[in-house]
């Protein structure tokens, strides 16, 4: 069973940062993901990294201050989030993709990022 | 950017009554599309993908159908666990990939 655990959430000012780690118990040869959740709101799609070459993506509202990495030795995906918003406020999840498709086929339980004075 | 808009808002039905939520496209999204279940306090598990493939483990009172612009998911008749927020999700064209606004399943 795959397994994915997030950790690195908490409260943090506007303009401050945070990041968020995500540990895969499998990981090699899979595209990985950020999706976000505000509180009582939708689903929203933050930023993805290749398998193949490490190529990033991410949604206009992040680029430029979120980036995503991933270590393939630790099994480990990363979200370096900046210059953080009131509106990033939302529950954090990591997820592995479904095989070569830009599905989310795992996902972990996410992390609460709480952007507040 | 591509949209998914997603009907009805919520939808009240009784246990064993058939469920049909609908996503429509702003464009042609081929057969590019997935279905999410998500309840309260969890994550979102994936049902559906590229429109009519059960994803693995999924019951097969679950299916998907469409193409293009409009999308079906249909419950053939409902179990107590399967009241929750469904949620339609595009790859045909990206980034960005996008959600639909989901539409909630209750109980009549």
């Known amino acids: 069973e795959v397994q994915l655990l997030e950790s690195g959430g908490g409260l943090v000012q506007p303009g401050g940062s945070l990041r968020l780690s995500c540990v895969a118990s499998?990981?090699?040869?899979?595209?990985m993901s950020w999706v976000r959740q505000a509180p009582g709101k939708g689903l929203e799609w933050v930023s993805t990294?290749?398998?193949?070459?490490?190529?990033?993506y991410y949604a206009d509202s992040v680029k430029s201050r979120f980036t995503i990495s991933r270590d393939n030795s630790k099994n480990t995906l990363y979200l370096q989030m900046n210059s953080l918003r009131d509106e990033d406020t939302a529950i954090y999840y990591c997820?592995?993709?479904?095989?070569?498709?830009?599905?989310?086929?795992?996902w972990g339980q996410g992390t609460l990022v709480t952007v507040s004075s | 950017e591509i949209v998914l808009t997603q009907s009805p808002a919520t939808l009240s039905l009784s246990p064993g009554e058939r469920a049909t939520l609908s996503c429509r496209a702003s464009?042609?999204?081929?057969?590019?599309l997935g279905w999410y279940q998500q309840k309260p306090g969890q994550a979102p598990r994936l049902l559906i993908y590229?429109?009519?493939n059960r994803a693995s483990g999924i019951p097969d009172r679950f299916s998907g159908s469409g193409s293009g612009t409009d999308f079906t998911l249909t419950i053939s008749s409902l179990e107590p666990e399967d009241f929750a927020v469904y949620y339609c999700?595009?790859?045909?064209?990206?980034?960005?990939?996008?959600f639909g606004g989901g539409t909630k399943v209750e109980i009549k």
């Open positions: 499998t990981f090699d040869s899979y595209a």
């Open positions: 997820a592995r993709h479904l095989e070569w498709r830009e599905f989310f086929h795992h």
């Open positions: 990294i290749r398998d193949s070459d490490g190529r990033t």
């Open positions: 590229d429109a009519s």
């Open positions: 464009q042609n999204i081929k057969i590019y």
């Open positions: 999700q595009q790859r045909s064209s990206w980034p960005p990939l996008t």
